[in-house]
């Protein structure tokens, strides 16, 4: 499918030409024309223990997390690659703010090779949908590129699943997420997402994945569930880079 990414996308895999055959890109040994070698894809795939629904680290003795034994989050289950923690937050700053884009196309391999060991194909066939999380149109003419559009990008190739394109538009032009504590966070997001009522026909009773790089409290993933669900979609989870712990 061609959208208007392709030029970057090309890029991405010109970068990569490039590179191969590679040194792998974190221990700087022989990877067999792969960007890391097997010794670092493996630390950076360690199975983790997290609560089962919101994907929160958890010691392994308990199912769910506090958070999720009081309140219910929008979407249903949120898997994530890892959590954040050394190297990705260095991975992700050189995807994100420095722009070096094959550091991207690692992370969507982890993240792609992580669904695959972890969702059967049987519930892969039932999604109808990725949803890259939109960008502010300002913050997307900033950064010349919305990470999670670059994600599900070699997603959806891999995996068979088409993006909704051109349907969710994030309205408000949110503060930075971080600074925030949890309960500003949420008033920050209310309403951030919108979807015009000539488009709702396209989302009604689907099963959509919403992809993101890091999820820190769920603010902004929940926001964009509720949207969803109360345009007509039927189930919403996440999949991202990175869990963070919660904030203090
Ligand atoms: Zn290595
Ligand atoms: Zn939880």
Redesign the pocket.
């Known amino acids: 499918m061609k959208t208007k990414w392709q030029p970057l996308v090309n890029q991405f895999q010109f970068a990569i030409e490039q590179m191969l055959p590679a040194q792998?890109l974190?221990?700087h040994?022989t990877?067999n024309q792969t960007l890391?070698?097997q010794?670092?894809h493996d630390f950076l795939t360690v199975p983790r223990s997290c609560c089962l629904h919101c994907g929160l680290a958890l010691s392994k003795t308990q199912d769910y997390c506090g958070d999720c034994l009081k309140q219910k989050h929008q979407f249903t289950q949120l898997h994530a690659v890892a959590n954040y923690q050394a190297p990705y937050p260095a991975l992700i700053k050189k995807f994100k703010y420095t722009k070096q884009l094959i550091f991207g196309e690692l992370l969507a391999d982890l993240l792609l090779a992580s669904i695959q060991s972890n969702i059967l194909s049987t519930q892969l066939s039932m999604i109808d949908y990725l949803l890259p999380v939109p960008l502010h149109n300002n913050k997307l003419y900033q950064r010349g590129f919305n990470q999670a559009q670059l994600l599900s990008e070699k997603l959806s190739k891999n995996l068979n699943i088409p993006i909704l394109s051109n349907t969710v538009t994030r309205t408000k032009e949110t503060m930075a997420q971080e600074a925030l504590s949890l309960s500003k966070r949420k008033k920050n997001l209310r309403q951030a997402f919108e979807i015009s009522d000539i488009k709702k026909h396209r989302i009604q009773n689907q099963h959509i994945i919403i992809i993101d790089d890091v999820v820190t409290t769920g603010a902004t993933v929940n926001s964009l569930s509720k949207t969803l669900l109360q345009a007509g979609a039927k189930q919403i989870d996440i999949w991202c880079i990175c869990r963070t712990s919660l904030p203090k």
């Open positions: 792998c974190l221990c040994l990877s890391i070698c010794y670092c």
